[in-house]
């Protein structure tokens, strides 16, 4: 059974950082593009990024490029989503998903972001 | 940016009706796009890849199509389980850009 687990969210001020962190089980990880999503409280989703099977080649919503660096580490099965300097308007469920050719296929049940003082 | 409008954002209907939702791009995407739905408080689920094909698991009722730059997602008959949001999204150019969603109601 494919799983995702999102970890790393929580409470954090305005110009900080965060790392968020996704567990992939259930599937060959590195045969797979990774990308991330979020929703705002009340909001629809967002795309955020993805990278490809060995992240060499990534991809961000420019509202986040020079902020957000997405990483991988296939031996641990993990994508991570490293986020700097941090605005209220990145509070949001972040949702890290197994990408198939032209789809998302998978998703994780998310981590909460909120950013305020 | 590609963008996805659908139509309409809110739907009330009832159990075993007949529903579409449209989903309009601002330019040809082929056929990279796809439906998911999603509950309160539960990440998404893929219901149809491709514009058209039904991912594993999920019921027949639920189709897919496509007219140019059209989009559409059909439920044919309204179970109980259905009253979500449903989104489409689109994987033809990046960023892959999500509609703005659609509420399915009880009536």
């Given amino acids: 059974e494919v799983q995702l687990v999102e970890s790393g969210g929580g409470l954090v001020q305005p110009g900080g950082s965060l790392r968020l962190s996704c567990v992939g089980s259930g599937f060959i990880f590195s045969d797979h593009w990774m990308g991330w999503a979020r929703q705002a409280p009340g909001k629809g989703l967002e795309w955020v990024g993805n990278m490809n099977e060995d992240g060499s080649e990534i991809h961000y919503v420019d509202d986040v490029k020079g902020r957000f660096t997405m990483s991988r580490d296939n031996a641990k099965s993990t994508v991570f989503l490293q986020m700097n300097s941090l605005r209220g308007e990145d509070t949001a469920v972040y949702y890290c998903a197994r990408e198939s050719p032209w789809r998302s296929d998978y998703w994780g049940q998310g981590t909460l972001v909120t950013v305020s003082s | ?107």
């Fill in chain 2, 1 to 107: 940016d590609i963008q996805l409008t659908q139509s309409p954002s809110f739907l009330s209907a009832s159990v075993g009706d007949r529903v579409t939702i449209t989903c309009r791009a601002s330019q040809v995407i082929n056929n990279f796009l796809v439906w998911c739905q999603q509950k309160p408080g539960k990440a998404p689920k893929l219901l149809i890849y491709h514009a058209s094909t039904l991912q594993s698991g999920v019921p027949s009722r639920f189709s897919g199509s496509r007219s140019g730059t059209e989009f559409t997602l059909t439920i044919s008959s309204l179970q109980p389980e259905d009253f979500a949001t449903y989104y489409c999204q689109q994987f033809d150019s990046y960023p892959h850009t999500f509609g703005q969603g659609t509420k399915l109601e009880i009536k």
